[in-house]
DNA sequence: TTTAGTTGTAATGATAAATATTACAACAGA
DNA sequence: TCTGTTGTAATATTTATCATTACAACTAAA
């Protein structure tokens, strides 16, 4: 009954790459390390981070780089780089259409749902990798 | 990555007792073949629905009813009676603490994950089951 | 006080989703 | 050509969700 930790982690690797790409090769072996998820997994959200044209990853040779400036980023663009565009609650599968309730559960319920998914989406795409990159920053230089 | 249909068959089985209470007895068997899920399940759910004290049901003869006004119950008070508070993201289990990033990733997200929960569950506030009722009886009528 | 129908509850099973693992071909540069 | 890496498939493991079976406890009515 909640989101995977694909938003978490997809974010942890963009935080990775804006804080070490200068000084070294930000492997999917070096990223794993650091988030302690495995390496085939990180390959995959590279994939899909690079399809979003957020990173560019250089096949054989290794490493990925941001493609945009970190206020360009925000964490709702990073949602739905990795994760599907699904509903935000599951239905029961077969409401029973004879009865008025099972038959009108959806049309009410529907519109609703989305909105509360909206205000959410709203909320994260108020948040940049720049605004975590410099709150980051701070936390390292205590 | 999404919510499970607790929510909506929590609300699907209010609505029931809502509509019907008043003429029928609503039993479990009855709720499950409007909803269509499992009697056992939809139990298990009116139990939650007693705890918070949205229902009532009479052990023994069976069927349950309101104790609420519908403008007093609205689906966050739904959806905290059959739901875990849980966190609404996932993280990864075990960021690697010697690095900075990983040391750092829940203090930079934990917050803002939760601020995001917040807002989504403050739509789901606005919504009563009265408002929910009446838009029923109007798509009933047609 | 027995009967019938229902709830409360445990235990187990089935299904689906998330994550991990193994394996290897394709690639790029040294 | 060698080395390290990515891209990708296939499979396995783990966890969560939902369904099912079973039955004791309860309540009212016969």
Known sequence: MQF??????ATHILLVIAEFSDKEKITSEFISSSTN??????????????????????????GSELTKPLNKITMRDIFYAVE?????FKFHANPNEDCPVGRNIHKLLDKRFDNAKEVM??????ITLDQLKIELDKLIKK
């Not at 998820?37 to 957020?54: G, S």
């Not at 599907?84 to 935000?88: I, N, R």
């Open 84 to 88: 599907e565009d699904k509903d935000l």
């Open 37 to 62: 998820v495995n390496p085939v997994i990180i390959r995959n959200m590279l994939l899909k981070l690079q399809d979003a044209k957020i990173i560019q990853t250089k096949a054989g040779v290794g």
């Open 4 to 9: 995977s930790s694909k938003l978490a982690i």
């Open 121 to 126: 989406f709203d909320e994260l795409s108020k």
